[in-house]
C-alpha cells in the first residue's frame, strides 16, 4: 500500500513539476525577458556628419524604447577619429570591455573586423551591424539599404536628366571603403549600359568635402563639356556642388548627390543639385537599437532590415530638412 | 638601513633617473583612470591595452632610436602599411610559405628603411622632408597594387602572431618587449649606441672622432624599417588581411610618445625605453576616454590637453631635480 501511495505521489509530482515547467516556458518564450536598463554603444565607421544622424536615430530609438516599456537605454557612441580598420578594432575592444549589452557597428572591411567581433561574441556581448555586409560565415543582423540599388538610382536619375545622352564623371569617396566602391561600381555598370552616355573622368575625394571640391574643379576644367555628376560618398556631391557653383556651371553641369547631409539639402533648395539618392542614417541607427533590444529580450531577430533609399527632389527636400 | 636611510636613497634614485618623471606621470594617469573607470583595471582591457601598445609600441621603438641620432623617418607608418599588402600578395596571390613570406617583408622593410637612409646622407636631404616624401611614395604604390582594396584570405598559420596569447599577454606584446631590450641593449650597452648619441649631440664632432656617423645613420634607419615591416605585418596576422590602411595612425603618436618619454628631436638624449613609457601613457589616456564614454568630438582635445600636461610635468620635474 505504502508502495502504491509513493508512487502515485511520485507520478502526481512529476506531472505538477512538468505543468509548472510548462507555464514557466510560456512565460519565457523569446522576447519576454525584461531589464531594468540598457546600454549599447554605436561605433560607426569614422567621426563624420553622417553618423551623428546615425547616432540620431539611436537616441530617438532608446527615447521610444523608455516611453513603451520605462527601461532605460544609454547609447554610448565611440567613433574612431579616423577610418582605419585598426583604430575602430581599438574602439570595439574597448567597448567590450565595458560589458555593454550590445554593440551596434558599421564595419569598416568585414575580414579585417572579423576577429574583434569574434571576440565580443566569445565574451556574450551580442552584436548587430548596420551599413555593412557580414563578415564571411558570421549571421549577425544587418540594418541597412542597398548600396547598389542607391547608386543605381542616382545615376539613371542622371541618365533621365540628360536624355539619355552626355559625359559624365563619378567622384569616388574611400577607394578602401567597400560601400563607397561598390556605388562607384554600380554607378559605372549604368552608365555603361547606355550608349549615349560616356564616363570622362573619376575622382577620388577620401569622403572629404574640399577634396571633393579641389578635384570636381579639376576635372570641370579638364572636361568643358562634361554634363553631368554623381558620387560615392556623402561628401563628394557637397563639394562638386560647390565646385559647380564656383564655375557658374549651375544649370549646366547636372549633379545627382547621395545621402541627406544639411548641405546636400541645400544644394537641391538652391537649385545646384537636382536630385539626391539618400539611405537612412536616421532610420539606420533606429533599427539598430531596436534590434539590440529585441536581442537583450531573447528575441529571435531577423537576418536584414532593410530601410530602403530614397530620392531626394525640390518636392520634398523640405520634408528632409525638419 | 633604517627607514629613513630607504626612503633617501628611494627620493635620490627617483632625482637622479630621467625615467622618474615620465613613470610617475604613468602611474598617476593610471591611477586616476582606475578611480574613474571600473572596467580600466579588468584583465581584458589590460590586455588591449597591451596589445595596441604592441604595434604602436614597435614604431615607437624606431623613431626614438632615429630621434636620438637627430633624424625622423615620418614614412614608418607607410612602410608598415606597403609591407603587409606585400606579404599578402606574395602569401595570397603567390602562394608563398607564409613564414617565408614574413621573413621577406621584414628583409624589405629594412631595405626601405635603408633607401630612406641612403637618401638622407647621400643627398644630404633633411629626413623630416625626405621622409614625407617617401611616406607619399610608399603609400602610393601601396594604393596603386591594391587599388585600395583589402587583400583577404590569410593563412591562419601566422594568425597567431597577430591574435595569441602568451602567459595571458598578447603575443605583439611580448614580440614587442623583445625588440625592446635589443634596442636598449643597442643604444645603453654597445659602441655603436654610443656612437648613435654622439652624431645625435654633435654630427661634425662625432666625424671629427672618426666616428663613421652615415654607417650609424644607415644601420638605424635600415633597423626602423626592420621594426616598421614588423609592425605592418603583425597586423596583417592580427586583422587576417592586408588592409591598405594599416600604418595610417602611426605617423604622429611615436613622435609625441618618444618626446614624452624623454626623447627630444633634437637629438643625443633619451631611451627607447623611456619613450615606451610616453607611447603607454598615450595607449593609457586613449583607452579610458572611450571607456568614460567622452564624445568623439571632444577625445582629441582631451588626449592633446593630457599630453601636454604630461610632457610639462615631466619638463618640470626635470627642471626642479635637474635630471637632464
Known amino acids: ?322 | 638601513m633604517g627607514e629613513a636611510g630607504m626612503l633617501r636613497k628611494a627620493m635620490g634614485f627617483m632625482v637622479s633617473n630621467p625615467l622618474s618623471g615620465v613613470v610617475g606621470v604613468l602611474a598617476l594617469i593610471v591611477v586616476v583612470a582606475s578611480l574613474l573607470s571600473e572596467n580600466f583595471l579588468n584583465s581584458y582591457n589590460l590586455v588591449i591595452i597591451a596589445r595596441s601598445l604592441a604595434f604602436i609600441g614597435m614604431i615607437t621603438i624606431a623613431q626614438s632610436m632615429l630621434m636620438i641620432l637627430g633624424e625622423l623617418d615620418l614614412s614608418l607608418g607607410a612602410i608598415g602599411g606597403f609591407c603587409g599588402v606585400i606579404g599578402g600578395i606574395l602569401m595570397v596571390k603567390l602562394g608563398l610559405n607564409p613564414w617565408l613570406a614574413f621573413a621577406l617583408c621584414l628583409v624589405i622593410g629594412a631595405l626601405f628603411g635603408l633607401l630612406n637612409g641612403l637618401l638622407v646622407t647621400l643627398l644630404r636631404l633633411p629626413s623630416l622632408v625626405l621622409t614625407i616624401g617617401m611616406a607619399g611614395v610608399y603609400g602610393g604604390l601601396n594604393l596603386v597594387i591594391t587599388k585600395g582594396v583589402a587583400i583577404t584570405g590569410i593563412p591562419a598559420d601566422i594568425g597567431f602572431l597577430g591574435s595569441g596569447k602568451w602567459a595571458g599577454l598578447p603575443v605583439p606584446f611580448w614580440i614587442m618587449l623583445l625588440f625592446l631590450v635589443v634596442a636598449c641593449f643597442i643604444t645603453l650597452k654597445t659602441p655603436f649606441g654610443r656612437y648613435m648619441y654622439a652624431v645625435g649631440s654633435n654630427l661634425s664632432a662625432a666625424r671629427m672622432l672618426g666616428i663613421r656617423a652615415d654607417r650609424v645613420r644607415l644601420g638605424v634607419f635600415a633597423f626602423a624599417g626592420f621594426l616598421a615591416a614588423l609592425a605592418g605585418m603583425l597586423m596583417v596576422a592580427r586583422l587576417g588581411s592586408a588592409q591598405p590602411s594599416i600604418g595610417d595612425s602611426w605617423v604622429l603618436g611615436p613622435i609625441a610618445a618618444s618626446v614624452i618619454g624623454g626623447v627630444p628631436t633634437t637629438g643625443g638624449i633619451g631611451t627607447p625605453l623611456g619613450a615606451i613609457f610616453g607611447a603607454a601613457i598615450i595607449g593609457v589616456i586613449e583607452n579610458v576616454i572611450v571607456l568614460l564614454g567622452i564624445s568623439p568630438y571632444w577625445q582629441s582635445m582631451v588626449s592633446g590637453a593630457i599630453v601636454v600636461i604630461a610632457i610639462s610635468l615631466d619638463s618640470i620635474s626635470r627642471r626642479y631635480f635637474k635630471r637632464d
Open chain 1, 1 to 322: 500500500m505504502k508502495i502504491v501511495k509513493a508512487s502515485l505521489a511520485l507520478a502526481l509530482g512529476i506531472l505538477a513539476s512538468a505543468g509548472v515547467a510548462s507555464s514557466t516556458l510560456a512565460a519565457e518564450g523569446p522576447g519576454t525577458e525584461k531589464h531594468d536598463s540598457y546600454r549599447f554603444v554605436v561605433v560607426p565607421k569614422v567621426v563624420h556628419p553622417w553618423f551623428d544622424k546615425v547616432n540620431q536615430g539611436a537616441q530617438q530609438a532608446a527615447a521610444a524604447i523608455k516611453a513603451q516599456t520605462g527601461s532605460d537605454v544609454e547609447i554610448q557612441y565611440s567613433a574612431p577619429q579616423s577610418a582605419n580598420v585598426a583604430q575602430q578594432n581599438e574602439i570595439i575592444e574597448r567597448a567590450i570591455s565595458t560589458r555593454p549589452d550590445g554593440i551596434i557597428v558599421d564595419l569598416l572591411d568585414p575580414s579585417g573586423n572579423r576577429t574583434v567581433l569574434e571576440e565580443a561574441q566569445e565574451q556574450g556581448i551580442p552584436i548587430t551591424l548596420f551599413d555593412s555586409i557580414n563578415p564571411e560565415g558570421m549571421n549577425l543582423t544587418t540594418v541597412g539599404s542597398d548600396f547598389c540599388e542607391q547608386a543605381e538610382m542616382a545615376a539613371n536619375r542622371l541618365i533621365e536628366l540628360l536624355d539619355g545622352k552626355g559625359k559624365v564623371a563619378i567622384m569616388m569617396g574611400v577607394p578602401t571603403a567597400p560601400n563607397h566602391a561598390e556605388r562607384a561600381r554600380c554607378a559605372q555598370a549604368v552608365f555603361d549600359a547606355h550608349e549615349g552616355i560616356e564616363v570622362v573622368a573619376t575622382g577620388v575625394d577620401n569622403d572629404d568635402i574640399n577634396t571633393a571640391q579641389q578635384q570636381a574643379s579639376a576635372i570641370m576644367q579638364a572636361n568643358p563639356d562634361l554634363d553631368g555628376w554623381v558620387a560615392s560618398d556623402a561628401a563628394g556631391p557637397v563639394g562638386i556642388g560647390q565646385a559647380i557653383k564656383e564655375a557658374d556651371k549651375v544649370g549646366k553641369v547636372q549633379l545627382v548627390g547621395l545621402d541627406d547631409l544639411s548641405q546636400m539639402l541645400v544644394l537641391i533648395k538652391e537649385g545646384v543639385a537636382d536630385s539626391s539618392s539618400a539611405s537612412r542614417p536616421t532610420m539606420q541607427g533606429y533599427w539598430s537599437v531596436i534590434n539590440m533590444w529585441q536581442l537583450a529580450t531573447g528575441a529571435i531577430t531577423p537576418n536584414h532590415i532593410d530601410t530602403g533609399n530614397v530620392m531626394i527632389t525640390p518636392d520634398n527636400v523640405d520634408s528632409f530638412m525638419e
